[in-house]
């Protein structure tokens, strides 16, 4: 009896109390910050039904939402977009900026208003004071359209002010290296991907007759993702592929010394151009520069590998016979070298560069080799060279 009228009294004076506060405000309830978020929340109670259950869950919903937000500014939600380049998976893709260029930009006023033009080509000499003269008439042979970078192996660059188009153009200064070791390192792909064509050329080039423009209309209209101009036959020519034919705009076969070609469509008969003065498009140079080895500076072995990075090779390489060149043959860098025991400083660099070339040539036949027996596939006849 007791109990029964302890429960009782209680039921009572519950109800007493609950008549008496029909609205509850949560917020003001001392409740401490791990139970409830330090969000503004009210909770109006039904006069008629006392608490609204379905309020307050909303209520609580609303909370945990708003904790979500704030946890989001905080760093605690992580982005990972695995379509991203490698490295940047974090970042939103809208602020991704994969590729760069070698425009140049004001230091002050709108980004939008810097260019005036955007240039399509890019030219890269390598270079030396005592070929100034000679680089000044070959840069004057290049129009607006494309941007001049010189890679300077002596260390001087304030001597080229002189010439009006230096102060438009970009130097890069590193003492005794090759334009092979610039190019692997300043030309990545994705730095040169705004231009069409990407000429690499030699200090010691005659250009008296040569249009810029008018090899890359040509280049376009024979299809050629690889190609050189002619060279001049009495000086500096080394193969056959390479000597300008005056009957023809451009050809992409030869005849060479008996034995020298296994195949028509193999070098030096066919898919070749030499180092000295190649131009590639924006998507062979891609496959070129993943082939550059990171030691092998000189680039001798290079030209006979160009065909593996478009297809059919014999087809997209080739020779400008129209706008030719003169191969000036000085050994400005071979003087660049170091004598030792014995030898002047163009001999030790001679041997590099055919030591290089084996090199080169045992680590394509290894990595050719690997690759067949990883897939297990038997070639039917070796394509290296």
Known sequence: MRLIVTISVGLVFGFLIGISFPTLSITKLNLPSSLLPNVDITYIGDKSSGFSTQALLDALSSAKDNRTQAQNLNGTSKIWAPSNPRGAERLPPGIVAA???????????????????????????????????????????????????????????????????????????????????????????????????????????????????????????????????????????????????????????????????????????????????????????????????????????????????VEPAHEKIGVVDSQWIVHQTVPSLGNQGQAENGKAPWEGVRERCKKEWTMFRVRMTNAEKAYYKEMGIVPTNSTAN
């Open 99 to 309: 590729e760069s260029d070698f425009y140049l930009h004001r230091l002050w006023g709108k980004p939008s208003e810097d260019l005036t033009i955007k240039p399509k080509y890019l030219v890269t000499f390598t270079v030396g004071c005592d070929q100034k003269k000679n680089i000044d008439a070959a840069v004057k042979k290049f129009s607006e359209d494309f941007t001049i970078l010189l890679f300077h192996y002596d260390g001087r660059t304030t001597e080229w002010d002189e010439f009006e188009w230096s102060k438009r153009a970009i130097h890069v200064s590193v003492r005794r290296q090759t334009k092979w070791w610039y190019a692997k390192r300043f030309l990545h792909p994705d730095i040169v991907a705004p231009y069409d064509y990407i000429f690499i050329w030699d200090e010691d080039l005659g250009v008296e007759h040569f249009n810029a423009e008018e090899y890359i209309r040509l280049v376009r209209k024979y299809g050629l993702e690889i190609s050189q101009p002619g060279l001049e036959p009495n000086k500096g020519l080394t193969w056959q592929m390479t000597k300008r034919r005056g009957d023809r705009e451009v050809h992409k076969e030869t005849e060479e010394k008996p034995g020298w070609c296994t195949n028509p469509h193999l070098p030096p008969c066919a898919a070749f151009v030499e180092i000295m003065a190649p131009v590639f498009s924006r998507d062979a140079w891609r496959c070129v520069w993943h082939m550059l080895q990171n030691d092998l500076v000189h680039g001798w072995g290079l030209d006979f590998a160009l065909r593996r990075c």
